[in-house]
């Protein structure tokens, strides 16, 4: 995921666990590392059509009792909310990145 001054990621607390890269900071640690970008493909508009409909959903029928809520703990809707949030407010980019390491 790709980050432009978030609020916290749903991963943290606080901002100490809260850091991610832009797009030209990721390509550039990528090709520090030995990468070349095969493709870059932002996912966004994915994300935000996938929080809608999971919403939608949730409005219909209620939290999954084996919903994200089980994995994340008591804090999943907080984390969730800053997630959409970040999303709508184009402060991350979700991004799928595949590399090819440079001989």
């Given at each position: ?52 409909a ?6 219909e ?37 595949i ?5």
């Amino acid at each position: 995921m790709i980050c432009y001054k978030a609020r916290a990621v749903p991963w943290a607390h606080d901002g100490s666990t809260s850091f991610l890269a832009s797009p030209d900071e990721m390509r550039g640690l990528l090709s520090n590392a030995g990468f070349n970008v095969a493709n870059w493909n932002d996912t966004s508009e994915i994300g935000k059509e996938w929080f809608k409909a999971v919403n939608k959903r949730l409005a219909e029928s209620g939290p999954s009792p084996l919903g994200f809520q089980v994995l994340l703990g008591a804090d999943f809707a907080t984390m969730a909310k800053n997630q959409v949030r970040n999303l709508i407010e184009d402060r991350i980019r979700p991004t799928e990145i595949i590399c090819v390491k440079r001989p």
